[in-house]
């Protein structure tokens, strides 16, 4: 049997699965009953400054998609609404219970020495594993100059970062917020901090609709609503891509991560990790189905690397991480054509419209009402694969051509110079 034991900046759990800071993190009778059945770590609800925060009714909001509950999902709730004192009371009886399980503090204060050095002080006092910096929430805690309103200053990640690294004697993580023009700024600053990890993705902006019979925005606070935070199954590929830039960015290779982002099943959690998290953190997943999802996280991930001859989770973290790069390295003449499977196409046009209306018109529709890819003019653009509603009916050939890989960085070496 694999070993699933994690290490994610020095910060050690039985396996990578931890809850991410949000309501399955809010009390110490929660993060209890989840390590009973096996997650590997707890991000404690963000912990903050007394008197609590005064949070709204309704909180919460999602976007259902072709039949998906909650394919996106959307929040306005605060950092933690219990004192305090109740929240370390309740980790030290955790860690005193489970201590082989990770608890991971996390922590959104003003941007003083004196008010980070104080609760630094508290939380490892408590017996936390490790601090996680929550400088991603994007609605309410902004608008008093904390959570996002920090992580979109590389300045101030820095800055608050070298504060908690002076007075903290156990690893730090940085959250970092997804609602900036390039994610690795941000990294680079918490890393030139002192920062031990960096954990991402925070929630993404978002409204989530307006009701058209009384024309007032929907999941509304008495008809008003302001900006949340997004997250769910349909940030994952966001998520995945900042995850990857970090991965490889030369100024922030090797440093640790925890991968949040949409991850609701064991091949989720393992995409992140072959970009390069050691650790992954799960809310939405949580909230849709509770803390018994662990067990198939666990043999999924257990079944899986048994397959691929793994034998631990440093065997293939960051194992895909090299395949992402940036536009001008792709090969310019790989190229693919379409092929469909006649026997099991049912003749829906599908791929017919989509390729005639929104790509490159290669397919015509034979005598027997059947489609037929017309190969010198695919583009192998993948469209029709996308759209076909019969799973294996319509793939992607590779085309020979036996010329040489070409990039665009050396094609363009041979584009004659302009002229003025």
């Known amino acids: 049997m694999p070993d699933l034991s994690a290490d994610c900046a020095g910060i050690r759990s039985p396996n990578p699965f931890w809850l991410a800071s949000a309501p399955p993190t809010n009390s110490g009778e929660q993060v209890m009953r989840a390590f009973e059945p096996g997650w590997g770590g707890a991000v404690w609800k963000t912990l903050g400054v007394d008197p609590p925060v005064v949070n709204v009714t309704s909180r919460y909001g999602s976007l259902d998609i072709g039949g998906q509950k ?14 305090l004192a109740d929240n370390l009371r309740e980790i030290y009886e955790v860690k005193k219970r489970f201590p082989n399980n990770a608890v991971i503090a996390s922590l959104m204060v003003p941007c003083e020495r004196q008010a980070w050095h104080d609760i630094v002080a508290r939380v490892v006092e408590a017996g936390s594993d490790g601090i996680e910096l929550n400088f991603g929430c994007p609605h309410g805690m902004s608008e008093r100059g904390m959570g996002a309103a920090v992580g979109q200053v590389p300045d101030y990640v820095k800055m608050v970062t070298e504060f908690v690294k002076e007075k ?7 959250k970092l917020t997804p609602n900036v023009t390039d994610v690795r700024h941000p990294a680079r600053a918490a890393a030139a901090g002192g920062a031990d990890g960096i954990s991402l993705i925070n929630t993404i902006n978002s409204v989530m609709g307006v009701d058209l019979e009384t024309l007032k925005p929907k999941f509304s606070v008495g008809g008003k609503i302001a900006h949340g935070g997004y997250c769910g199954p349909a940030v994952k590929p966001i998520a995945m891509h900042m995850v990857s830039q970090i991965a490889a960015d030369p100024q922030t290779r090797g440093i640790p991560i925890s991968g949040i982002g949409g991850i609701s099943t064991w091949s989720d959690a393992v995409e992140f990790m072959l970009l390069g998290a050691s650790s992954v953190q799960l809310c939405t997943a949580v909230m849709h189905y509770g803390f018994r999802i662990i067990s198939e996280l666990v043999s999924g991930l257990e079944d899986w690397m048994d397959a691929k001859g793994f034998s631990r989770l440093e065997d293939f973290i960051g194992k895909s991480s090299a395949h992402i790069v940036d536009w001008n390295e792709l090969n310019l003449r790989h ?4 092929s469909i499977d006649r026997s099991t196409c049912i003749a829906c046009d599908l791929c017919a419209i989509a390729c005639h209306d929104g790509a490159h018109q290669c397919i015509k529709i034979g005598r027997d009402r059947k489609p037929r890819v017309v190969a010198e003019d695919c583009v192998g653009c993948n469209l029709c694969s996308l759209v076909c509603p019969v799973d294996g009916c319509i793939s992607m050939k590779e085309v020979k051509t036996d010329l040489a890989p070409l990039t665009w960085k050396e094609y363009s070496t041979c584009l004659p110079k302009p002229t003025i």
């Open 70 to 83: 909650m394919a996106g999902f959307n929040n306005i709730e605060l950092i933690t609404d219990r004192p």
């Open 335 to 338: 190229k693919t054509v379409a």
């Open 168 to 174: 903290s004697s156990i690893p730090v993580l940085v």
